[in-house]
């Protein structure tokens, strides 16, 4: 887990983590250089048991630069990611090491629930069990149906972790290893039981994602990139279901580039022509694309379809 200023939220998520009923585990908290007392309360909660291990970072760095920092001191079998300011079920390790051991996975995947305010809404929550390869489960996690991109969620095999590391370089860092490492592994065992909450507040480093007001050319820039780099990876290592590839990043730009226009966005005026030239280039393409839904032609072409306007930003 890595905690940056999170004082108000970081015990909760302690206190969850240390209650679990699968007890044989290490809890390994990077402090990210906070100005407040969170690290002084991990100390603390440490102090007390031995499983945790705090270390606490002079000044703060990106997220992946801290995830890899987790990484090195952990020497468990198997590695799950949690945020300091959101919450999970006490049987969380336990239902997931189970679902490990009982097929033989690399990776095991729950559901979770969001929680904005006192409302608590449902997301990747499922009655079924799936056990796929791969390649399938990168597929279903592009279709962002049943599996989120953010680490949390997941149990994974450390060994998947020596090979791929986090990009310590963008704030995008799990949607730049979460595809790697379904890639790479060979068996995932999925069941969308809402074992973990992620608790919305205004201080979340992904609002952007449930207020799109909140897109920034940054962040977009960098996503537009994201998805690139996992387009061109995955062409290579799975060509067969390059129609899916292709079909995702589109699916991206029709999506962008309505909001952007939606919300009236200037700083994101540059992208929104370059995301529209390409939707523009390859309409037949992408209107012949088997994976389109009927409303994302719709809205592409009003995205194509509409006048020249003069380029701004």
């Not at 585990?25 to 250089?33: H, L």
Request: a negative charge.
């Amino acid at each position: 887990m890595l905690t940056f200023n999170r004082q108000n939220y970081i015990k909760n998520m302690i206190e969850d983590i240390l209650s679990q009923t699968y007890t044989d585990f290490e809890y390994i908290i990077v402090d990210n250089g906070s100005s407040d007392q969170s690290g002084q309360v991990a100390d603390e909660y440490a102090q007390t048991d031995h499983r945790m291990r705090v270390r606490h970072l002079k000044k703060p760095y990106s997220i992946g630069y801290g995830r890899n920092c987790g990484l090195d001191l952990s020497q468990g079998e198997y590695i799950t990611f949690v945020d300091d300011d959101d919450r999970v079920k006490s049987h969380y390790l336990e239902t997931l090491w189970s679902m490990i051991e009982t097929h033989q996975a690399d990776i095991a995947v729950c559901g979770i629930e969001e929680k904005r305010g006192e409302q608590v809404f449902p997301q990747c929550v499922y009655k079924e069990k799936y056990i796929l390869s791969g390649e399938e489960a990168v597929v279903e996690l592009l279709k962002r149906e049943k599996i989120r991109s953010g680490l949390p969620t997941k149990l994974i095999k450390r060994e998947l972790f020596e090979k791929i590391r986090f990009d310590e370089n963008v704030k995008s860092e799990d949607a730049r290893i979460s595809y790697e490492l379904f890639s790479e592994a060979s068996k995932v065992v999925m069941e969308g039981i809402p074992l973990y909450c992620a608790v919305r507040h205004l201080d979340n480093n992904s609002a952007f994602t449930n207020d799109s007001s909140k897109l920034t050319f940054s962040i977009l820039n960098e996503y537009i990139e994201t998805y690139e780099l996992r387009r061109k990876y995955l062409l290579k290592r799975f060509p067969e279901r390059e129609q899916f590839w292709n079909y995702v990043i589109w699916s991206f730009f029709i999506s962008m580039c309505g909001k952007v226009h939606a919300y009236h966005i200037q700083e994101c005026m540059g992208l929104y022509y370059d995301m529209r030239e390409q939707l523009i280039q390859n309409k037949e393409k992408i209107l012949r694309n088997p994976y389109l839904k009927e409303y994302e032609a719709k809205q592409l072409f009003e995205i194509v379809g509409e006048e020249n306007e003069e380029r701004k930003g």
